[in-house]
């Protein structure tokens, strides 16, 4: 698979942007171009999401939440090298900047290279300011690890100043990534209780109870999501995949099979 830095090289892109928009048709601001970034983030759509990043950056090179945004919606896209070598690209012109280095930590984690993960998480806190961000990324390097110390990082995540409901979502999926479900269900359910109205709480929602072989509670759960959003297709799939797994279940329960 060619690497994504043929799709992320700004001054091509833009180039060709320009050449290919209609006469009058006005460009969006690189804070427009972000805002669309986190909400597709916000409906757990990466792809997109790390497009609408790239497109920020394409209009002010300068906008570090979108290079953040980017290495992460890499990792959530599970392509960990190229992560980590955009977040190197990154700390080239904003060196020591601690919600980068929290951002290179996690893809340096995924990417099985722990030693640099805790160095990034060490240099993250100890650089000026602070955030949820950068206390999620030293939970996820803690919980990896196997360190009980990793909830009080996220419950210091959840104490700053801007942490939201969608942080909540973030560590739900960090502990399934690790196949910690019941933790992740109790923030995945947190989540709901604060917003109620964001579809994707629920899609997350669904995977911790599916997690939990929870298949009808999970079922109900990608299903509303569905009434939030008919076109999200993630979770009309889940729901199949569900039912598949439920039936699978009845099945071999009446060969005597009990879960463990």
């Known amino acids: 698979m060619p690497g994504r830095f043929s799709h992320l090289e700004f ?3 833009r180039r060709r942007q320009e050449r290919q928009r209609p006469p009058g ?7 427009q171009y972000l805002q669309l970034a986190d909400d597709e983030q916000h409906w757990g759509r990466f792809e997109p999401a790390l497009q609408f990043y790239t497109k920020c950056l394409e209009e002010n090179r300068r906008t570090v939440p979108a290079w953040v945004g980017q290495v992460q919606m ?3 896209l599970s392509e960990y090298h190229e992560a980590r070598l955009w977040a190197d690209k990154a700390l080239e012109i904003f060196r020591n900047n601690g919600e980068l280095l929290a951002a290179k930590a996690q893809a340096c984690l995924r990417q099985g290279d722990r030693k640099a993960a805790y160095a990034c998480s060490d240099a993250s806190l100890q650089v ?3 955030s949820p961000w950068r206390w999620q990324a030293r939970g996820e390097v803690l919980l990896e690890s196997g360190e009980k110390l990793h909830e009080s990082c996220f419950k210091k995540a959840l104490a700053e100043a801007g942490a939201d409901w969608f942080d909540r979502i973030i560590i739900a999926q960090m502990y399934l ?3 910690k479900a019941s933790a992740a269900f109790e923030y995945a359910r947190k989540a709901t209780e604060l917003r109620p109205d964001a579809g994707y709480t629920w899609f997350v929602m669904g995977n911790t109870q599916r997690a939990l072989g929870l298949a009808a509670a999970a079922d109900q ?3 509303r999501c569905l009434e939030l959003r008919p076109d999200f297709l993630e979770a009309r799939a889940a729901m199949t995949d569900s039912s598949a797994d439920s039936f699978i279940i009845r099945v071999l329960r009446r060969l005597g099979w009990r879960r463990s």
Do not use: I
Request: hydrophobic residues 25%.
């Open 11 to 13: 001054d091509d892109n």
């Open 25 to 31: 048709v006005e460009q969006p601001s690189a804070a």
């Open 74 to 76: 890499l990792v959530q």
């Open 128 to 130: 000026e300011g602070s």
């Open 177 to 179: 990534f690790y196949r």
């Open 221 to 223: 759960s990608y299903s």
